[in-house]
């Protein structure tokens, strides 16, 4: 369940005297360790209140004199010339075929078909609609397309085999309802259908396999092709032509992750990646290796390299943006998420290093070769949120492989392949001081010159709307009662405005064109509303206690998503203290309806009053006499209010545009161009310019001239000029095309197939399509 009003509860013990802090672990890169470099330019070895080394004593204040002193910037030089690694000579494979989510590998996201070209996108025609007919929920997916068939996941949590011709399904196939190397007592609402609608189809609850990818395995000898894709944890092979299971796979198809089952909802679902026998897949925090013949494991990375307070419990660095291969030198690139909790640091001192990073691994060991942070410490969810991507760019006369990764923040990092480099001077700028008594923010974050910027990242009274007086003037209102500034940390009783949650980018990230070097991202410019408050907590639920009926009901249905003990995962909201936020009929109109990411849950009439019992916490068990005070009397800071800044008409509350399409040369680090992504066709009537839409849909650049994009809340599909940003086609899909679309050929003729199923981030109308066009014939 994914309720709106969203919470962090995160505890200080209140005769805690001081709190260890987090070690700094280094990660050595080829003999240079890039976060020791980091660590060297932003002060980290350089003695000051922050280091991570120095206990903090509880309920005390960062000292804004102190921080002050430094310098205002510091500087990550740019890797030297003969620094630069040069070009392995195999480049991504771009052509016809899309054997992986994302299009190869490397996640170019681009092809060199170009029937489809410039002079006759407006020609483009629907050429089928499929429909899956399981259901109705959301697809975040970028499909598998080889030899004209298309694999993809549906709605209703099946991998299907369609036709890309016709649209005919071939087959498919429904992960069991609970995987066989799985405990019997363990349960997997992964995989559970909800209850029947009144049309027949379903309402889909929880996220399905391979919902942000799966990989085509060619095989090789006596082995046969197989698709690879991941479902609540597990790695599953299938027999590409039939749709079966590959028995000599591990346990009859599926190995397991150490992660554990049960417990990645939408975090260890993104596409595997393969290197010779080695096939790599992540699942939330943890990064295993498995032999791609028998299953057999061979290696796994914890990302998360810092103490945490409970290691059962979410506590961020998760893969789910994506991975990428550099299959030539055997390399694992992997972009790792923001710690948790959001907004709230003080368990959490230090760096936190390894998040809000990119992480090269050796594909065959699981060796750490080099890791690179953006954000230290973070504390507004500013993750590293889509698949890094390995790209080849001229800099400075010379071609170098690298490595790009788009962020939040709405920067674009650029690191050398081997060292982790930045190719660009890495600036940062001294960062303000936090409010909050015992916590301690970095004392440096990035502020970037190249690549330029995408994407606002510094809220002013500037950026209020200004569509209508009426707009501007309410969210002024909400303006003058918050803080807001560069990198401002979240605060108590005040809220603070800031972008990013949503992006800058998304895990829909961006597609790169090796013929010009050239990055094409989508991005959002919406402005959110935080604040922190204090609750004092007398009696907690004593965790040694058998679980209760209702939290019985909870770990079944909805600690996938909001974790273990109702703490929230990433944006997905904490359940804790739901008496001071909701009543029991608001939630019992959620659970029927759904809200926002969050489909609708159908339970019996028991589970529910015993889940109701759990969540305002009537069925608590006290912990037994003689307990330790400590830990029934704890401070918690929470984030009481968590919303998009909105105008008094419900469109955003900052200035367009809100939703942007990109395009970034990577060879000079220049922002070349920049459109409108998206409109209210409301707005537009009354002679508005174009705005943008938020957007969740990603790019995709072709040898045709062409970048094509959905995504936006207008529901349509676009295809734009990749030089200037012009407009040249748009389509209105059934429902929203949540999911970045993908281009194959059949029989000497292009298509392009994207999903349209709507939900997700942005909501709307469901459904189950892929919709697929093409020229007329």
Same mark, same amino acid.
């Given at each position: ?32 360790? *890039? ?63 899309? @054997? ?103 309402? +889909? ?5 391979? $919902? ?51 417990? @990645? ?36 990375? $914890? ?11 979410? $506590? ?86 690298? +490595? ?19 190719? %660009? ?133 909805? @600690? ?36 926002? *990411? ?26 037994? *006499? ?93 295809? %734009? ?57």
């Amino acid at each position: 369940m994914n309720f709106f009003g969203r919470k962090v509860n995160h505890s200080v013990p209140r005769n805690t005297a001081t709190f260890a802090a987090s070690a700094l672990v280094t990660v050595m890169l080829l003999g240079v360790s *890039a976060m020791d470099l980091a660590a060297e330019e932003t002060g980290a070895t350089s003695g000051h209140e922050n280091t991570p080394d120095k206990p903090v004593v509880a309920g005390s204040l960062e000292n804004a004199r102190e921080r002050n002193k430094l310098p205002l910037y510091k500087v990550v030089p740019a890797a030297r010339d003969s620094e630069l690694t040069s070009p392995s000579g195999q480049d991504p494979k771009n052509n016809g075929t899309w @054997s992986r989510s994302n299009a190869n590998a490397e996640n170019t996201r681009y092809s060199t078909l170009a029937q489809i070209n410039r002079a006759n996108v407006r020609q483009l025609e629907v050429a089928w609609v499929y429909h899956s007919g399981d259901g109705k929920g959301n697809i975040q997916a970028n499909p598998v397309i080889v030899d004209g068939v298309i694999f993809a996941p549906t709605v209703g949590k099946n991998i299907v085999a369609i036709d890309g011709e016709t649209g005919t399904e071939l087959w498919r196939f429904r992960p069991p309802a609970q995987p066989l190397s799985m405990p019997a007592k363990t349960a997997l609402s992964q995989f559970q259908v909800d209850g029947a609608t009144a049309n027949g189809l379903v309402e +889909v609850g929880g996220y399905g396999p391979a $919902n942000r990818g799966l990989v085509y395995w060619a095989g090789y000898a006596e082995h046969g092709p197989r698709l690879f894709f991941v479902a609540n944890g597990y790695l599953i092979a299938l027999d590409p032509k039939t749709g079966k299971s590959v028995d000599s796979f591990g346990n009859h198809g599926e190995v397991g992750s150490t992660k554990g089952p049960g417990k @990645s909802s939408f975090l260890g679902a993104v596409a595997p990646a393969i290197y010779k026998n080695v096939i790599v897949a992540p699942n939330q925090n943890m990064v295993d290796a498995f032999d791609v013949v028998s299953g057999a494991h061979l290696w796994q990375f $914890n990302t998360l390299q810092y103490n945490v307070k409970n290691p059962d419990d979410d $506590n961020g660095g998760n893969v789910w943006g994506g991975i990428a291969m550099d299959l030539a030198r055997g390399i694992v690139f992997i972009a790792a998420g923001d710690p948790h909790p959001n907004f709230v640091g003080i368990d959490r001192i230090g760096r936190n290093p390894n998040t809000n990073s990119v992480i090269a691994l050796d594909a065959t060991t699981g060796r750490v070769l080099w890791s690179f942070q953006e954000v230290a410490h973070d504390l507004w969810d500013h993750d590293t949120p889509a698949a890094p991507q390995l790209v080849t760019v001229m800099h400075d006369g010379k071609r170098v492989d690298a +490595v790009a990764q788009v962020t939040k923040l709405g920067n674009t990092l650029l690191l050398d392949r081997l060292s982790g480099k930045p190719l %660009f001077p890495f600036r940062l700028r001294r960062a303000p001081v936090s409010k909050l008594p015992g916590e301690r923010t970095w004392p440096y974050q990035p502020d970037l010159e190249r690549p330029q910027p995408f994407a606002r990242q510094d809220f002013t009274m500037d950026d209020i709307t200004d569509i209508t007086p009426e707009s501007h003037a309410f969210v002024l209102k909400q303006a003058q009662k918050a803080t807001f500034g560069w990198f401002e940390p979240p605060t108590e009783g005040k809220p603070i405005i800031f972008y990013g949650v949503h992006g800058g980018a998304e895990w829909t990230g961006a597609s790169f064109d090796p013929s010009t070097g050239w990055l094409y991202v989508s991005a959002n410019q919406i402005a959110w509303v935080e604040s922190l408050s204090r609750t004092t907590s007398e009696s907690q639920r004593d965790q040694h206690h058998e679980p209760t009926a209702g939290e019985t009901v909870y770990l079944q249905h909805c @600690s996938v998503c909001h974790g273990q003990n109702r703490q929230g995962k990433g944006m997905v909201p904490s359940l804790t203290d739901l008496n001071g936020r909701f009543s029991e009929s608001q939630v019992a109109g959620i659970l029927k309806t759904g809200r926002d *990411a969050m489909p609708p849950i159908e339970i019996t009439d028991d589970d529910r009053r015993d889940l109701f019992k759990f969540l305002f916490d009537r069925d608590i068990v006290r912990p037994s *006499a003689g307990s330790n005070p400590a830990e029934s009397a704890t401070i918690s800071y929470q984030a009481s209010d968590f919303t998009k800044l909105l105008d008094n008409q419900g469109y955003p509350g900052s200035k367009p545009p809100w939703g942007t399409l990109n395009a970034i040369d990577l060879n000079t680090g220049k922002l070349v161009w920049k459109v409108p992504l998206g409109e209210y066709e409301e707005l537009a009537r009354q002679g508005i310019p174009k705005t943008g839409t938020e957007n969740f849909g990603g790019a995709m650049a072709t040898a045709g001239g062409l970048v094509f994009c959905g995504g936006t809340r207008d529901l349509k599909i676009r295809a %734009f000029d990749k030089d200037n940003g012009s407009e040249l086609w748009q389509y209105k899909l059934p429902y929203g095309g949540y999911a970045p679309p993908a281009t194959y050929e059949v029989n000497g003729r292009q298509y392009i197939v994207i999903a349209a199923t709507g939900g997700g981030k942005l909501g709307g109308k469901l459904g189950d399509a892929y919709v697929a066009f093409a020229l007329p014939k």
